[in-house]
C-alpha cells in the first residue's frame, strides 16, 4: 500500500473562506465577501474563548512580585486565569482563587506576607490581585492563562487551530455565513456545526487517569 508520507495538511484563511461559501451553495465573488467571512471567523473565535474551547492557547507565565505591591497587570490577550503557584526559595506554594466579593470584603488589603489568595479582575486589561501583598520583592507567581486565539488577518494566514479543528472551525463559520447569506440552510448548518462542536468538545479536555475500586462493605470474609 502507497501513503503519502505527509502530515502537513493545512489551511489559510481563503481556503476556509472557501469552504464556508461553498457549504451555503454560494461562491466568493467580491472583496466584501472575503471581508465579511473574516469578521464572521473572529466571531467564531470570540465565541469559542467564551465556550473555553481553546485549550492549545494555555500559557503559562511569570511574575515577579514587588514588595508590597499587591495588583499586577496581565497581557489584553490573556482571557482568564487557571492556576496560580508562588515560588519561593524553589518551592511552588498553591494558592487560592477568590470571588471578587470575597477579595473586596478583606478588612486590610495592605497586610504584607507571603501570597495566598488571588483575585482576577477581568478588566480589558486583566489585572491579578494577590492578598497578603507581597512581603519581598523575589516571589515568583506564576500562573495558567487562556489566551485568544490569534486573530484571522491576512487571507493567506494559517490560523492557530490544532488539526483536530479544522472541521469544526469550518462548519462554524459555514454556519456564520448562512445567517447573512443563505438562511434556507441555517439549520442544516447548525445542526452540522453543533455537531462537529460538541465532538471537538468532548476532545479539548485534560485527560488523567481513571480508577474505580470496588467497594468491600458488602463482602463477607470467610
Known amino acids: 500500500m502507497t501513503t503519502s508520507g505527509s502530515t502537513d495538511f493545512e489551511l489559510d484563511v481563503s481556503d476556509y473562506v472557501e469552504e464556508a461559501f461553498e457549504r451555503c451553495g454560494l461562491e ?17 473565535f470570540a465565541d469559542w474563548a467564551n465556550r473555553g474551547l481553546n485549550q492549545w492557547t494555555i500559557a503559562q507565565r511569570t511574575q ?18 487557571l492556576s496560580m503557584v508562588v515560588r519561593r526559595d524553589n518551592n511552588d506554594l ?72 479544522y472541521p469544526c472551525l469550518a ?22 456545526y453543533d455537531e462537529e462542536f460538541d465532538r471537538a468538545q468532548a476532545e479539548d479536555r485534560d485527560r488523567a487517569s481513571f480508577n474505580v475500586a470496588p467497594s468491600l462493605r458488602y463482602y463477607r470474609v470467610s
Not at 64 to 71: A, K, N, P, Y
Not at 122 to 138: A, L
Open 94 to 165: 498553591s494558592m487560592e482563587r477568590i470571588s471578587r466579593d470575597t477579595y473586596l470584603s478583606i478588612p486590610s488589603k495592605t497586610t504584607t506576607g507571603r501570597p495566598t489568595q488571588f483575585f482576577i479582575d477581568r478588566q480589558i486589561t486583566p489585572q491579578i490581585k494577590v492578598w497578603p501583598s507581597p512581603e519581598n520583592s523575589t516571589d515568583i507567581l506564576i500562573f495558567d492563562c487562556l489566551t485568544r486565539i490569534q486573530d484571522a488577518d491576512a487571507y493567506t494566514d494559517t490560523l492557530e487551530v490544532p488539526f483536530r479543528f
Open 64 to 81: 515577579t512580585v514587588t514588595s508590597s505591591t499587591s495588583t499586577y497587570d496581565l497581557g489584553t490577550d490573556v482571557i482568564d486565569v
Open 28 to 44: 466568493v465573488r467580491t472583496g466584501y465577501d472575503l471581508q465579511t467571512a473574516r469578521r464572521s471567523l473572529n466571531l467564531l
Open 171 to 192: 462548519a462554524g463559520l459555514a454556519y456564520y455565513l448562512a445567517i447573512k447569506k443563505a438562511p434556507d440552510r441555517i439549520q442544516l448548518l447548525k445542526a452540522i
